[in-house]
């Protein structure tokens, strides 16, 4: 199961907060970037029974920018 954090403070909260930053490329103070994840998956080996992301999202987006970052990590996800 995956879940961002990040060193400094944004808009999710304090540094290192239990926030569920989504992806840097959603975020840029997030730590949970794409090679990390596709890194933790690859370490694996195919050996998860299921894999996951728990990711907020801004206050205040739109559906479609909320629909984006949930697809984005999903992406990863599945490959």
């Not at 944004?10 to 959603?26: I, M, R, V």
Request: glycine share 12%; proline share 5%; with cysteine.
């Amino acid at each position: 199961m995956f879940s961002g954090a990040g060193r400094e403070s944004n808009g999710y909260g304090a540094p290192w907060a239990d926030a569920h930053l989504p992806l840097t490329g959603d975020e840029p103070t997030s730590l949970m970037d794409e090679s990390a994840v596709e890194q933790c998956l690859e370490a694996a080996g195919g050996a998860c029974t299921y894999t996951g992301a728990k990711v907020q999202v801004p206050t205040g987006s739109s559906i479609q920018r909320r629909v984006d970052i949930i697809r984005n990590v999903t992406r990863l996800l599945e490959s």
